[in-house]
């Protein structure tokens, strides 16, 4: 084997035209998303200067994302999930629109503005089950870990040059502009949805009717539970991208580039324990390792709210990036391996409408609490009970400490010539 065949496998992108298709067109859409999620927070700041109400911006993506990921779940078990990505993707370009023309009407109700946030988020979370399952179904059984490898690395690229560049859009050309990036990204990600074949749940002989039991499973197995558990304890108490403006008012000026660092700094740790994620692939006691990064992401953020100097806060912050980056690959691959095939759809609905609203929710927590006292006292304390909850969730979960992967096959013994 090559050395280039042991950093990144690009079948899926030569060998698969819908795929490569949709890559491009989800990669460019996340970007978009990375954009807007910037522009969202500095036109609330600068609406209200409140960071109760940047806060709410994650209640206004955290709730529809619970709601219409878990409808999603069950829908992409029962209907043609091309045609259900479509019409969510239609909803979410006429969304992006909407926010596009907002802004460049003057708009000053920042409750129209979160309005336009949460029908995004609610087409998004509609879809979002259905287009997890495209990789399978797109492409040979082989190739399917290497396309989600492809999607992870697309998508940390967008978390770092996305927000960095949205400060620059910001500064030079304002809110219209950074919308109606996201607006042509998703005009593109539709194109590319809308030239997929119909992929029909069920194994060839028409729709399936989804079977009892799914949502159980989350609960039934402490494996999982403790896994979801230990994600939902990390960002719903020590998100701190509802912070940012605040910190970045209070102690570097209110500089729009510094906003966009503070986003790209967090991409960077994750593509960094990205690239070294084969020592954690091979990790045999994975339930620990998604533990302790979990840890260390309270403690990272919690050091992000002390660190005055700018190099110290944005090494807080990769570090609390590469943590997160870890706990997510650990769990991902605990739940596909932990949950019965039947019910995998809806447990990863379940995973997903968690990792989306656990963050916003934690975000608006992080915004009241600032409201109340402070966006220093909101990070650190954020950051030590992510920990503390993280220390709990091990403590009352043995199966998920002691959890090992199954062991790869032994080679076959040569029989003696």
Same mark, same amino acid.
């Given at each position: 084997?090559?050395?280039?065949?042991?950093?990144?496998?690009?079948?899926?992108?030569?060998?698969?035209?819908?795929?490569?298709?949709?890559?491009?067109?989800?990669?460019?859409?996340?970007?978009?998303?990375?954009?807007?999620?910037?522009?969202?927070? /500095?036109?609330?700041?600068?609406? @209200?200067?409140?960071?109760?109400?940047?806060?709410?911006?994650?209640?206004?993506?955290?709730?529809? $994302? $619970?709601?219409?990921?878990?409808? &999603? &779940?069950?829908?992409?078990?029962?209907?043609?999930?091309?045609?259900?990505?479509?019409?969510?993707?239609?909803?979410q370009l006429l969304a992006a629109a909407g926010l596009s023309a907002q802004a460049l009407a003057g708009n000053r109700d920042v409750l129209l503005l979160l309005a336009l946030v949460a029908v995004h988020t609610?087409?998004?979370?509609?879809? /979002?089950?259905?287009?997890?399952?495209?990789?399978?179904?797109?492409?040979?059984?082989?190739?399917?870990?290497?396309?989600?490898?492809?999607?992870?690395?697309?998508?940390?690229?967008?978390?770092?040059?996305?927000?960095?560049?949205?400060?620059?859009?910001?500064?030079?050309?304002?809110?219209?502009? +950074?919308?109606?990036?996201?607006?042509?990204?998703?005009?593109?990600?539709? /194109?590319?949805?809308?030239?997929?074949?119909?992929?029909?749940?069920?194994t060839g002989d028409g729709p399936r009717r989804p079977q009892r039991g799914g949502w159980r499973t989350t609960w039934q197995r402490p494996t999982i539970r403790g896994s979801l558990a230990t994600d939902l304890?990390?960002?719903?108490?020590?998100?701190? $991208?509802?912070?940012?403006?605040?910190?970045?008012?209070?102690?570097?000026?209110?500089?729009?580039?510094?906003?966009?660092?503070?986003?790209?700094?967090? +991409?960077?740790?994750?593509?960094?324990?990205?690239?070294?994620?084969?020592?954690? @692939?091979?990790?045999?006691?994975? !339930?620990?390792?998604?533990?302790?990064a979990a840890f260390v992401w309270g403690l990272a953020l919690a050091g992000f709210g002390l660190a005055a100097p700018l190099w110290l806060a944005l090494g807080c912050l990769a570090v609390a990036g590469a943590?997160?980056?870890?706990?997510?690959?650990?769990?991902?691959?605990?739940?596909?391996?932990?949950?019965?095939?039947?019910?995998? &759809?809806?447990?990863?609905?379940?995973?997903?409408?968690? !990792?989306?609203?656990?963050?916003?929710?934690?975000?608006?927590?992080?915004?009241?609490? +600032?409201?109340?006292?402070?966006?220093?006292?909101?990070?650190?304390?954020?950051?030590?009970?992510?920990?503390?909850?993280?220390?709990?969730?091990? +403590? @009352?979960?043995?199966?998920?400490?002691?959890?090992?992967?199954?062991? *790869?096959?032994?080679?076959?013994?040569?029989? *003696?010539?």
């Open positions: 084997m090559s050395w280039r065949d042991r950093v990144l496998d690009l079948r899926p992108l030569r060998r698969s035209r819908p795929f490569r298709e949709l890559w491009i067109g989800s990669s460019l859409g996340a970007f978009g998303h990375q954009v807007a999620t910037v522009a969202v927070l /500095a036109q609330v700041w600068d609406l @209200t200067r409140s960071p109760l109400w940047t806060g709410a911006i994650g209640l206004a993506t955290g709730v529809p $994302m $619970m709601l219409f990921g878990l409808l &999603g &779940g069950t829908l992409a078990d029962a209907v043609n999930r091309t045609t259900l990505v479509r019409c969510t993707t239609t909803g609610a087409c998004a979370g509609l879809g /979002a089950p259905a287009r997890r399952t495209f990789p399978v179904l797109l492409l040979p059984a082989d190739q399917v870990a290497a396309g989600l490898a492809l999607q992870n690395i697309a998508f940390q690229a967008a978390m770092l040059v996305g927000p960095a560049l949205a400060g620059v859009v910001l500064a030079g050309w304002g809110y219209p502009a +950074a919308y109606a990036v996201q607006a042509g990204s998703a005009a593109v990600a539709l /194109a590319a949805v809308f030239r997929l074949p119909a992929l029909l749940p069920g304890a990390a960002t719903a108490l020590a998100m701190p $991208m509802a912070l940012f403006p605040v910190i970045n008012e209070l102690r570097y000026g209110g500089d729009p580039s510094v906003l966009g660092l503070f986003f790209s700094a967090v +991409a960077v740790g994750g593509i960094a324990a990205g690239l070294l994620s084969g020592a954690i @692939t091979r990790h045999r006691r994975s !339930g620990l390792v998604q533990l302790g943590a997160d980056t870890t706990s997510v690959i650990t769990r991902a691959a605990l739940i596909q391996l932990e949950t019965p095939d039947e019910h995998r &759809g809806r447990v990863s609905s379940v995973e997903h409408v968690i !990792g989306f609203a656990g963050p916003e929710l934690g975000n608006f927590r992080g915004g009241a609490l +600032a409201a109340l006292w402070s966006a220093p006292v909101a990070l650190v304390a954020g950051g030590l009970s992510a920990a503390l909850a993280v220390a709990a969730v091990a +403590a @009352t979960h043995r199966p998920l400490r002691a959890y090992r992967p199954p062991a *790869p096959p032994a080679e076959p013994v040569p029989e *003696p010539t």
